[in-house]
């Protein structure tokens, strides 16, 4: 078993955290910034840990690591520890065994997550066939999913929550644009692709509804 260590988090704080992990192993730090530098090193090293502080673990460019850890089988055999500030709260976020194996825990004193708003229905949301993009200010994004009062984009420029955008489906005169904001963001690090952000992005009730709606059916996907 590998003793390497790949520890993250705020380049203030790695200092603190090191002191508390097994002084005769190797450890490599990375300031919370440099995800997906981290990412590389942890794909080429395979270290037996990689440990980070809460506050990046619960960040969108945190969960996107973990995800990816989780999800690559070469990394099957890598634990990763989530460090809180307060080293009697450290806490397991993912643990796979050498069957591929996954728990979750959590320290009973912390506070539970908020609630995922990501699954709130106000209109039918229509699933969008592949290969159709859309313009979230001027940055093409595919097109996920669609509804009179949002939808869901995956691009490949920064999308934060709370941001202003302006959506346009189609072109020329028959464009449809749509004025809004980020609802929720993701950062996501797929396998083999380049990173991303996923967005939802709502605008509400608005007089491009009816345009909305006739892009949805036009472009919508052939569920089988």
């Known amino acids: ?46 270290p037996a840990l990689v440990a980070m502080q809460d506050d990046f673990a619960d960040s969108s460019r945190g969960q996107a690591l973990i995800n990816r850890i989780k999800d690559d089988a070469t990394l099957r055999d ?33 506070a539970k997550p908020a609630l995922d708003l990501k699954g709130t229905r106000r209109a039918t949301r229509v699933r969008i066939k592949d290969g159709v993009e859309v313009s979230v200010d001027g940055n093409a994004a595919a097109l996920v999913d669609l509804s009179t009062v949002g939808a869901q984009v995956v691009s490949s ?7 202003r955008v302006r959506v346009t489906m189609g072109d020329g005169k028959t464009a449809v644009k749509c004025a809004g904001s980020i609802a929720w963001a993701a950062f996501e690090m797929p396998k083999g692709m380049p990173t991303r952000y996923r967005a939802g992005i709502d605008w509400g009730l608005t007089p491009e509804g009816p345009g909305v709606d006739a892009f949805s059916k036009k472009n919508k996907k052939n569920e089988k």
């Open 1 to 46: 078993m590998s003793s390497r260590i790949v520890l993250i988090g705020p380049a203030d704080a790695l200092p603190d955290l090191q002191e508390r992990l097994d002084p005769g192993a190797d450890v490599e730090t990375f300031a919370d910034s440099e995800a997906l530098e981290a990412l590389d090193h942890i794909i080429r090293t395979q």
């Open 78 to 110: 890598v634990e990763v520890r989530v460090m809180a500030k307060n080293a009697a709260k450290n806490r397991v976020a993912v643990k796979r065994g050498s069957h591929g194996s996954t728990t979750t825990a959590v320290a009973e004193d912390e």
């Open 157 to 163: 420029t920064v999308l934060k929550p709370n941001q």
